[in-house]
């Protein structure tokens, strides 16, 4: 108690502290603001660890000095922005967590162009007045999908959400029950169906769904067919489905909408670089469905948005639906997304630009090459420290498209007696920038299929800074 009462006393006074040269330093280029909560914050954390464990109060340090420096090192990440590049290691091409897709430079450039300053955002330069925002795209995603009519909403949820509350508001919604999927991040059909005001009903089985079973169901409530590409799990085996096509024959016999939620949506037939064979975008406009959604930060390359193609009748009932104002992207998205699309003129372009559709393609063997030399290089800079070896490693595409393909590759594993894997990518995620890998019997993996030329020597530079130098 009495010892207790001793390091309280002990603690610096807030003037004392913010008087110290680290602290008066840290106040050049950190808001006052924030050194000042920085040195509460430590103070209080102090006068905590003394109160709650006084008997583990002998390596506190309690000096002016001391005291101060942490203060600096806390005062210094608040000022830090939270949100920040991270490299990914993962080779996982979509991370969610990660931002999913990285920019091409175009899209980026775009981006600093538009907003920068002015834009004719809304402004129809021919006319002298008021123009339309998504005029910008429209004819480029007619172009590359065939569609009569397109506009866009801020990501592919959104663009279900409206378009089901546009198109079957008040009615009956037919799906099938292998199609009833949950997305992550609490999108899962039955709730967005329910959030536009759209009745539930569910034909077939889990595995299978044949045309008669929506054929049954349709009744005056019925306002729309709906499918759902099953894009983050696959019903394997004794299974079928029915194909957009036969869809479309039954909803013009009974003179209902079909609407189709793509998920990742492709514009390109990707089975070149080793992935599946899927509809995409122009092909599924072809069968006739009347509105098709996807995302815009999925296998498509750009940046988080809704893309909505289809009938013009329905993408104007679309548009003119008050949730579209409330989904409406701003002038950022469209720059990098017209920049997206526009690679996609010319396929050759957009695969060999749009960072997605690079690292999708890099062969195996070019990947192995990556893991030696980034093994080298780090060999070289831990010597014995780690323990490194280049093992076989399959990528994912992740963010729920393609849930089954697997891409060949190979990874650095990385084990070391200092600390355990876990240890190690903790360590790894507090570096400038941090670094995210995979851990994998007890080993952490670095995957270079999600890596840029610059993140080596970065990943170098961390390593040694964590395991120390030879
Ligand atoms: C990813 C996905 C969504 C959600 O798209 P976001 O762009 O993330 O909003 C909706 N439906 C399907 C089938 C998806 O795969």
Same mark, same amino acid.
């Given at each position: 108690?009495?010892?207790?009462q001793?390091?309280?006393r002990?603690l610096?006074?807030i003037?004392?502290?913010?008087?110290d040269?680290?602290?008066?330093?840290?106040?050049?280029? *950190?808001?006052?603001?924030?050194?000042?909560e920085?040195?509460?914050?430590?103070?209080?954390?102090?006068?905590?660890?003394?109160l709650?464990?006084?008997?583990?109060?002998?390596t506190?340090d309690?000096?002016?000095p %001391?005291? $101060?420096?942490?203060?600096?090192?806390?005062?210094? /990440?608040?000022?830090?922005p939270? !949100?920040?590049?991270?490299i990914?290691?993962?080779?996982?091409l979509?991370?969610?967590?990660?931002?999913?897709?990285p920019?091409?430079d175009?899209?980026?450039?775009?981006?600093?162009?538009?907003?920068r300053?002015?834009? =004719?955002?809304?402004?129809?330069?021919?006319?002298?007045?008021?123009?339309?925002?998504?005029?910008h &795209?429209?004819?480029?995603?007619?172009?590359?999908?065939?569609?009569?009519?397109a506009?866009v909403?801020?990501?592919?949820?959104?663009?279900?959400?409206l378009?089901?509350?546009?198109m079957?508001?008040?009615k009956?919604?037919?799906?099938?029950?292998?199609?009833?999927?949950e997305?992550?991040g609490a999108f899962r059909?039955?709730?967005v169906?329910?959030?536009?005001g759209?009745?539930?009903?569910e034909?077939g089985?889990?595995n299978?769904t044949?045309?008669r079973d929506?054929?049954?169901?349709?009744?005056?409530?019925?306002g729309?067919?709906?499918?759902?590409h099953?894009s =983050?799990?696959?019903i394997?085996?004794?299974?079928?489905?029915?194909?957009a096509?036969?869809?479309? %024959?039954l909803?013009?016999?009974?003179?209902?909408p079909?609407?189709?939620?793509l998920?990742?949506?492709?514009?390109?037939d990707l089975?070149?670089?080793?992935?599946?064979?899927e509809?995409?975008?122009r092909?599924?406009v072809?069968a006739?469905?009347?509105v098709?959604?996807f995302?815009?930060?999925? &296998?498509?390359?750009?940046?988080?948005?809704?893309?909505?193609?289809?009938?013009?009748?329905?993408i104007?009932?679309?548009?003119?639906h008050?949730?579209?104002?409330?989904?409406? *992207?701003?002038?950022?998205?469209l720059?990098? !997304?017209d920049?997206t699309?526009?690679?996609y003129?010319?396929?050759e372009?957009a695969?060999?630009q749009?960072?997605?559709?690079?690292? !999708?393609?890099?062969? $195996?063997?070019t990947?192995r090459r990556?893991?030696?030399s980034?093994?080298?290089?780090i060999?070289?800079?831990?010597?014995?420290?780690?323990?490194?070896?280049?093992i076989?490693?399959?990528? /994912?595409?992740?963010?729920?498209?393609?849930?089954?393909?697997?891409?060949p590759?190979?990874?650095?594993? &990385?084990?070391?007696?200092?600390?355990?894997?876990?240890?190690?990518?903790?360590g790894?995620? /507090?570096?400038q920038?941090?670094?995210v890998g /995979?851990?994998?019997?007890?080993?952490?993996?670095?995957?270079?299929?999600?890596?840029?030329?610059?993140?080596?020597?970065?990943?170098v530079? $961390?390593?040694s800074?964590?395991l120390?130098?030879?």
């Amino acid at each position: 108690m009495n010892n207790k009462q001793t390091l309280l006393r002990k603690l610096p006074a807030i003037d004392k502290l913010l008087s110290d040269p680290q602290l008066r330093d840290a106040g050049e280029d *950190i808001p006052q603001s924030l050194v000042l909560e920085a040195a509460q914050k430590t103070i209080d954390a102090l006068r905590q660890s003394i109160l709650q464990h006084p008997d583990q109060t002998g390596t506190l340090d309690l000096s002016i000095p %001391g005291v $101060a420096a942490e203060a600096a090192a806390t005062a210094r /990440r608040l000022s830090e922005p939270s !949100l920040q590049p991270v490299i990914n290691a993962t080779g996982t091409l979509l991370h969610t967590n990660l931002g999913r897709a990285p920019l091409s430079d175009a899209a980026l450039d775009a981006v600093i162009e538009v907003s920068r300053g002015y834009s =004719n955002l809304e402004f129809d330069l021919e006319q002298g007045e008021r123009g339309h925002r998504y005029q910008h &795209l429209e004819d480029l995603l007619c172009r590359l999908t065939g569609a009569e009519a397109a506009t866009v909403v801020n990501n592919n949820a959104g663009a279900v959400l409206l378009a089901l509350s546009a198109m079957a508001s008040g009615k009956e919604a037919i799906v099938s029950r292998g199609e009833l999927v949950e997305i992550g991040g609490a999108f899962r059909i039955p709730d967005v169906m329910a959030a536009g005001g759209v009745t539930l009903r569910e034909v077939g089985t889990t595995n299978k769904t044949h045309l008669r079973d929506y054929r049954n169901a349709i009744g005056d409530e019925t306002g729309l067919l709906l499918k759902v590409h099953t894009s =983050n799990y696959r019903i394997v085996g004794f299974s079928s489905s029915v194909p957009a096509s036969d869809l479309v %024959g039954l909803g013009e016999e009974f003179g209902l909408p079909v609407l189709e939620d793509l998920g990742s949506g492709m514009l390109l037939d990707l089975t070149d670089a080793g992935l599946p064979r899927e509809p995409t975008v122009r092909e599924t406009v072809a069968a006739g469905i009347d509105v098709v959604t996807f995302s815009g930060d999925k &296998l498509l390359g750009g940046p988080q948005a809704g893309l909505i193609v289809g009938k013009r009748a329905a993408i104007e009932t679309i548009r003119r639906h008050p949730l579209a104002r409330a989904l409406r *992207i701003d002038k950022m998205t469209l720059a990098a !997304l017209d920049a997206t699309l526009r690679c996609y003129l010319d396929p050759e372009l957009a695969l060999q630009q749009l960072p997605v559709l690079q690292m !999708l393609q890099l062969p $195996a063997q070019t990947l192995r090459r990556r893991c030696q030399s980034l093994a080298t290089r780090i060999r070289g800079a831990l010597g014995d420290r780690a323990d490194l070896t280049v093992i076989p490693e399959t990528s /994912r595409i992740g963010g729920g498209a393609l849930p089954l393909t697997e891409l060949p590759g190979y990874a650095v594993a &990385l084990s070391t007696t200092q600390m355990t894997a876990d240890q190690l990518a903790a360590g790894l995620r /507090r570096q400038q920038p941090p670094i995210v890998g /995979r851990i994998q019997d007890d080993r952490l993996l670095l995957n270079p299929r999600t890596l840029q030329a610059k993140d080596t020597g970065k990943i170098v530079t $961390a390593l040694s800074n964590l395991l120390g130098q030879p």
